[in-house]
């Protein structure tokens, strides 16, 4: 089955201890994504990747950092968390290079920073 | 700055009657403008697009859009609303030759029986 799939999908942990979110498409997708959820700002995206080894900043990239050494991994992470952290965050990827191609969207991760 | 815009929080309608959820956008160029679909515990699920030509777009679940360059709008509408449309919805956009993805804050759609 094609999917994006994201791990854990529920996470509590507290102010500054570092935390990687795992991102795994099995889609040969070229692009991938990172957003968060938070109520009234709908999604925000952090990080992007074009392709293995390119990355680029979204709109809030501040407090996290990804890397892409593989096409079908993107995990994203937290050097050193902090609560304005805590929020819903969402993996996506899709095809190719094409602006217009669709995204499709991992469960979503939970996480809360204390 | 570029922004999508979902005038409403909630939308509120019948089952049976038709319904709309707004979009507008401030993105310059010609932007691709999608809609996503988010139920309880789930990712967001893909539903339509409008990359060029037609401005109505016709796509998944009997949803469709309008295109309306001139108002920079890009409303979802369905002709007949069922129980199981209740969700959130989300509007977003992206520039031409560009790979971020802007997207409105969404609107909670409530069909009652």
């Known amino acids: 089955e094609a999917q994006v799939t994201q791990n854990p999908r529920y996470l509590i942990t507290v102010t500054g201890k570092k935390l990687t979110v795992t991102c795994s498409q099995n889609?040969?997708?070229?692009?991938m994504s990172w957003y968060r959820q938070d109520p009234g700002l709908g999604l925000r995206q952090i990080y992007y990747?074009?392709?293995?080894?390119?990355?680029d900043k979204g709109d809030v990239p501040e407090g996290y950092k990804v890397s892409r050494k593989e096409k079908r991994n993107f995990p994203l992470i937290l050097e050193s968390p902090s609560p304005n952290q805590t929020s819903l965050y969402f993996c996506?990827?899709?095809?190719?290079?094409?602006?217009?191609?669709?995204?499709?969207f991992g469960p979503g991760t939970r996480l809360t920073v204390l | 700055a570029q922004s999508v815009a979902q005038p409403e929080d909630q939308v509120n309608v019948a089952e049976g009657n038709p319904l709309t959820v707004k979009c507008t956008y401030s993105?310059?160029?010609?932007?691709?403008l999608f809609w996503y679909v988010q139920y309880p515990n789930r990712g967001l699920q893909f539903l339509l697009k409008?990359?060029?030509?037609?401005?109505l777009v016709k796509g998944s679940y009997g949803f469709e859009a309008e295109f309306n360059k001139s108002q920079t709008s890009f409303h979802l509408k369905k002709p007949s609303a069922l129980v199981s449309d209740s969700a959130l919805y989300f509007c977003?956009?992206?520039?031409?030759?560009?790979?971020?993805?802007?997207f409105g804050a969404g609107t909670r759609l409530f069909v009652k029986a």
């Open positions: 996506a990827s899709s095809l190719g290079g094409q602006t217009t191609d669709t995204q499709y």
């Open positions: 889609m040969n997708h070229e692009y």
């Open positions: 990747s074009m392709n293995v080894e390119v990355t």
């Open positions: 993105v310059s160029g010609n932007p691709y």
């Open positions: 409008y990359i060029t030509g037609d401005n």
């Open positions: 977003a956009a992206r520039n031409t030759g560009g790979f971020k993805t802007i």
